[in-house]
């Protein structure tokens, strides 16, 4: 690999996967590893985060575990010091958590609806708060926001499209108040990847996402985790705000 976060410290949230295989998060925390970052992986789920950093030192990597629940202020708090205490200093933070839910409008709960805000838009929130004020300090840092092309396309989705589309509202929002401070905001929205999270749909539904998009192919964790490395990097120096979409074309499309 080529260095290109060589020296950076990095936070992800969600580094581990709900099941055997590469999602999203523990991708872009091997990747961050791989291209010279120390990243410390969090996760609600200890065991998760510790895989990750398993297969990161396996690589010859640096990273370390961290249990904590993004939902959470305080644990928000705890993750960054962690980061500061292990590391001294945040570059990164990659604000990947995020849970799925596939109800229409009647069928969405107020207790689901609370629940997907709280974990796909409340931890974007509270993460970024947290980690915010030592990259002030140092007058520089970047962080990247995992929504989704359902924040960008119709569907039956409510709660889901709602969250990953305020996601895109804070980063533009949060990107023109620290741009002046150094700090670069963006969101990745992927396409439909395959990845632990969606297994459960089975093949049918796999074979159905493929074709969907104009490139034919299947997208995966990796995809996701290359576009985090380049707006982490300093390769994005001049790009806060944006939403980079990835997605095999599925957006371009009127499927
Ligand atoms: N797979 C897709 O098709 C797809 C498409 C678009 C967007 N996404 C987004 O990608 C992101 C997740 O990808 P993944 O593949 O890493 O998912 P994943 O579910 O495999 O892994 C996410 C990890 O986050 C952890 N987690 C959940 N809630 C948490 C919390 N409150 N605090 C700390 N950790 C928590 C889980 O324990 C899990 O290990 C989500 O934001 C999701 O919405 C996925």
Known sequence: MSGRLAGKVAIVTGAGSRGPGIGNG???????????????????????????VALIGAEGGEA???????????????????ALDRYGALDVLHNNVGVESRKDLMETSEEEWDRVMAVDLKSMFLATQAAVPPMVERGRGAVVCVSSVAALRGHGRTAYAAA???????????????????????????GQVWTPM????????????????????????????WAAVYLASDEARWVTGQTLVVDGGLTVTTR
Request: hydrophobic share 45%; with cysteine.
């Open 164 to 190: 990953k589309a305020g996601i895109i509202g804070f980063v533009r929002s949060t990107a023109a108040q620290l741009g002046p401070k150094g700090i670069r905001v963006n969101a990745i929205a992927p």
């Open 198 to 225: 969606v297994e459960a749909l089975g093949p049918e539904a796999r074979e159905r996402r493929r074709r969907a998009s104009p490139l034919g192919t299947e997208g995966s964790g990796w995809d996701v985790g």
């Open 26 to 52: 523990k991708a872009a925390a091997i990747l961050f590893a791989r291209e010279g970052a120390r990243v410390l992986c969090v996760d609600r789920e200890a065991p998760r985060a510790e895989e990750t």
């Open 64 to 82: 370390s575990a961290f249990a904590a629940d993004v939902t959470r202020a305080e644990e928000c708090r705890g993750m960054v010091a962690a």
